[in-house]
């Protein structure tokens, strides 16, 4: 079947953005562009007009989460949310559909917290506390993308 490469594809690069954001706290543009570039081939197999509404929801999802990102920045004055976390979910959300992005912000967004909260038990400073936001995205995605492609007819 034509899906199970662009999974495998999707697992290589989840786990290579998992393994370098836990250790440098950086997504790399080359890893962003990758997965931007094999989304949107998954798109085009879908069709042109598959295609360019994910590009516009893609880059509509980038500037929501920069904007996010900026006005965090102006109020607290620090940077809360890195650069390749807003890349990396901007092509993300070329490879879902606008109702199943949801899912996948709440599917990363609680682990982050679950792994926040056991991280801090172990932390005696929790100010100095810094976790990568890219692993549970990435999860949230390969997981998000897999149940709305193999699964989600199974159950209506």
Do not use: H
């Amino acid at each position: 079947m034509l899906l199970v490469p662009f999974a495998v594809i999707l697992a290589v690069c989840m786990l290579a953005v998992s393994y370098v954001d836990f250790r440098r706290l950086v997504i790399p543009n080359w890893l962003n562009a990758i997965v931007l570039v094999v989304g949107a081939a998954f798109k085009l197999v879908l069709g042109l007009e598959a295609l360019a509404l994910a590009m516009l929801f893609g880059a509509f999802v980038f500037l929501m989460f920069w904007t996010l990102r900026y006005v965090y920045w102006r109020f607290r004055g620090v940077i809360g949310l890195g650069l390749g976390d807003v890349k990396f979910a901007g092509a993300a959300a070329v490879w879902l559909d606008p109702w199943s992005f949801p899912a996948f912000l709440f599917i990363a967004s609680a682990l982050a917290l679950l792994y926040f909260c056991v991280s801090a038990k172990r932390t005696p400073d929790i100010a100095l506390l810094r976790i990568p936001f890219g692993p549970f995205l990435a999860l949230a995605l390969f997981v998000t993308w897999n149940f709305n492609t193999f699964y989600s007819q199974a159950i209506g």
